[in-house]
């Protein structure tokens, strides 16, 4: 099997794409398969180059870029009897205003930057959802890492999930960094998370804990709009900027217990990477129990904390973020001693060397539809 990635991320935000294209391309590559990866400009250019992968793959695997100008791409790779499928991990329609993509999603604005070095905003003519959906009708079929993303869009494509899985040598190479007395409560994402943040209850209740406990530290890595809006004192948080997934592992491994907040139906929508991450760590966790994060509910070397995102019951999930933490914190060695248990039992999981009969199974059923 010959398979074409076709990587939407630009190498200053290569997040996503490393964990839907660059991860299983590896282990797809190491398994003996031909696989290779055009940027998606490249491919949209039609290049001589991307014409001459294109044509000899028997499945083309398009990372989200569904507006109006790939829908004829599709068609045509299609015509000469290629599978074209859709990745993407995101609830375009229903994101937050202060998610740093909603100017594109929600008002389809554009940056434009001419060759004369001029720059200006402008609308798209057809709103960008409306050209997402268009496109999931042409493609062969989509795919997502949540089940519940998938059925927003049910009525496309036919719909397959398949997690992020995980290159585990870079997990187990990163070494542990904090060897100080203090303990790090540690957090990183993409600038989409305020929401979570804010409704989930975690921010009074981590107000709390530092105000208490003078060994806390809290590191936020990524968006720092998350840091500005935490109640609290800034001396004792740590913040680190965006970092590329090649290297997010050594970050990772700074923290001594990983949190996860959600809150309301988009988070909902996310994949479980966060906490699949904190397992094939060995780091104890803290997370809200959404359903995200369901195959992982029994899973003893964390806690999950009241799910919702209403008012009337934000103090109890505060209280409810606040014990939960207080106890990994108080009882830290058992919880360690259970998370490097738990790496063979749930995170080994998402290896994504095992992860590919997953991934050739799925991509056969696909270009079974398109005989």
């Known amino acids: 099997m010959v398979i074409c990635y076709i990587v939407a991320d630009g190498i200053s935000e290569y997040n996503s794409s490393g964990f839907r294209v660059s991860t299983p391309a590896d282990a ?67 994101i937050h205003d202060d998610n740093a993509a909603a100017p594109f999603w929600l008002h389809g604005e554009v940056e434009v930057r001419l060759p004369t070095g001029v720059e200006y905003s402008t609308k798209m003519d057809e709103h960008p959802v409306d050209q997402f959906q268009k496109g999931l009708d042409v493609c062969t079929a989509l795919i997502t890492p949540s089940a519940i993303l998938s059925d927003d869009w049910r009525v496309g494509a036919p719909e397959f999930v398949v997690p992020n899985f995980l ?38 209740a981590l107000q709390q804990i530092l105000q208490e406990r003078d060994n806390i530290r809290l590191l936020i890595v990524g968006d720092h709009r998350v840091v500005d809006q935490l109640p609290m004192r800034k001396d004792r948080i740590m913040f680190s900027p965006y970092t590329a997934w090649w290297n997010w592992q050594n970050t990772l491994m700074r923290y001594d217990i990983g949190l996860a907040p959600l809150a309301g139906d988009y988070d909902d929508r996310r994949s479980n990477l966060k906490v699949a991450e904190y397992l094939m760590s060995g780091l104890p966790f803290a997370a809200t129990k959404s359903p995200v994060y369901e195959e992982f509910f029994e899973a003893d070397s964390g806690r999950f904390v009241e799910h919702g995102y209403d008012k009337e019951n934000y103090q ?10 207080m106890d990994i914190i108080d009882r830290i060695e058992y919880y360690r001693d259970r998370a490097e248990s738990n790496i063979e039992t749930y995170g080994m999981r ?22």
Not at 67 to 93: E, M, N
Not at 316 to 325: A, I, P, Q
């Open 167 to 204: 290159d585990t040598k870079l997990y187990r190479a990163a070494p542990k960094h904090n060897n100080s007395p203090n303990i790090i409560l540690g957090w990183g994402g993409s600038l989409s998370h305020v929401q979570s943040w804010k409704d989930s209850g975690i921010n009074e």
């Open 316 to 325: 109890s999930r505060t209280e409810d973020w606040y014990y939960s933490t």
């Open 350 to 371: 998402y290896d994504a060397d095992r992860g590919v009969s997953k991934i050739i199974s799925v991509y056969k059923q696909i270009i079974e539809l398109e005989k």
């Open 28 to 94: 797809l590559l190491r398994a003996g398969y031909e696989v290779h990866i055009l940027n998606v400009r490249q491919w949209m250019a039609k290049t001589e180059y991307a014409r001459s992968i294109c044509q000899k793959a028997d499945i083309i695997h398009l990372q989200r870029v569904l507006v109006t100008d790939t829908h004829g791409d599709i068609l045509y790779w299609r015509s000469k009897g290629k599978a074209v499928v859709v990745d993407f991990d995101d609830a375009y329609q229903m």
